[in-house]
């Protein structure tokens, strides 16, 4: 009898745990920089989870590996988790967490490929921040897998951005049938944005603001401002995402981040509520995520607003070049930056990260009483406050060599 592996997995020789090692322990270790702390969920899940609150598209549920696990004589549905974040807001729920989390994980998902010449297992690394609805949130999380990639030697990185938010309020104003517009949403999280074009929309204005923003492509702030003032009186409907939207792009240029807008880019998942990101190697996707703040109340949690991604684990550990990792220490600071300053703000992380500090950006929701050092940034001088918590003694400074090297006594 020949023995055969199973059509759509693979196995890892040395040399390829060696490389998917290196990604999973750079992750890790950025991660924990960034004062986020590691879960592991099951493998199974409860089929519902996916289903009842409307999680994953109609066109991802029929490819889920599902099967009955039988208790007795009865039983409940389970499926091999397609999704790493479905599993990490079930945990949420779960468990006695109160309001804010930085949480982050690394695991395999599974989804069916007829072919089986395609994955049906795939290794994913994500991060996932509960708690927080900002636009500094979502920033944090494409500044932070940015810093992932950048470790691993991979900094050609090109973030393309979308919104579901957008896409939904755009099926809004076209008067749908609510089966129709939750077919026609799927469809579109599932790639085929260009379904809204085939659409002949009851009002007529919506043509000329559909056509531009299905045409944006690229670093174009300003065209999108003018897509607002055309729209501003006649689709009120559109301003609230259109705002976030905006306010999103403006973030992404203050921080200097190689980004693209491409509203075609909105391939993701049903529970998506806001803005969608991918990371772009070339042609090549080897991550993405977004905003999700409906997601924990739908499955039965508090009203908990939330974002997240996952990085490509199979796919970076392909490309990447096998070096070494560093160390880090256990020295914790937390870093208060505001809207005015923060492109000085990640960088004033980075720094502080590259010299062996593990630095989490302030939060309203989060508690202060674990950390070492706590550091305002200003606009003004002195730029630096800082804080040591030990003693209670406050320091102001303009030298960012000066900051660093009182961090690290």
Not at 201 to 223: A, D, H, W
Not at 255 to 276: A, H, Q, R
Not at 309 to 317: E, G, H, I, K, R
Not at 325 to 353: C, H, Q, W, Y
């Amino acid at each position: 009898m020949k023995v055969e592996r199973c059509k759509g997995f693979k196995d890892f020789a040395p040399q390829d745990m060696k490389r998917f090692r290196l990604v999973e322990n750079i992750f890790r270790d950025i991660c924990f920089q960034w004062g986020y702390h590691e879960i592991r969920t099951p493998t199974l899940e409860y089929l519902y989870l996916f289903t009842s609150a409307g999680t994953l598209t109609p066109g991802k549920l029929r490819r889920v590996y599902s099967f009955l696990d039988w208790d007795g004589w009865s039983g409940e549905r389970v499926v091999l988790k397609p999704d790493g974040t479905i599993p990490v807001a079930r945990y949420y729920i779960d468990n006695p967490q109160k309001g804010f989390s930085r949480l982050f994980y690394v695991t395999n998902v599974f989804m069916f490929e007829e072919t089986g010449r395609e994955p049906r297992e795939r290794w994913q690394c994500g991060a996932e921040l509960i708690g927080e609805k900002s636009v500094i949130a979502d920033g944090e999380l494409v500044m932070l897998a940015l810093d992932v990639l950048s470790k691993l030697g991979l900094n050609n990185v090109e973030v393309t951005l979308s919104h579901a938010g957008l896409i939904r309020a755009f099926l809004d104003e076209m008067e749908l049938d609510p089966q129709e517009h939750g077919r026609l949403f799927d469809r579109m999280l599932d790639g085929e944005l260009k379904t809204l074009a085939d659409i002949k929309p009851v009002k007529p204005e919506l043509i000329q603001v559909l056509s531009l923003l299905l045409k944006l492509k690229g670093k174009s702030p300003g065209l999108l401002k003018n897509i607002r003032v055309i729209s501003e009186k006649t689709l009120p409907g559109l301003m609230p995402t259109l705002d976030n939207f905006i306010t999103v792009i403006d973030l992404m240029e203050r921080t200097g981040c190689n980004y693209k807008i491409d509203l075609s880019s909105g391939k993701g998942f049903e529970y998506y509520t806001g803005v969608i990101f991918h990371f772009c190697i070339g042609q090549e996707i080897v991550g993405g995520g977004g905003r999700y703040d409906q997601l924990i109340p739908q499955m039965g949690g508090s009203d908990m607003p939330a974002a997240g991604f996952a990085m490509y684990m199979d796919d970076l550990s392909r490309i990447i070049k096998v070096e070494g990792n560093e160390t880090i220490n256990t020295n914790r600071v937390l870093l208060d930056i505001s809207p005015k300053v923060v492109k000085e703000g990640f960088k004033m992380a980075a720094l502080l990260r590259e010299a062996g500090l593990i630095v989490e950006l302030a939060s309203k929701e989060q508690q202060e009483t674990e950390y070492d050092w706590l550091i305002e940034l200003k606009s003004e001088s002195p730029t630096f406050v800082i804080t040591n918590r030990k003693n209670r003694s406050k320091l102001e400074l303009d030298s960012v060599t000066e900051a660093i090297r009182l961090l690290r006594m």
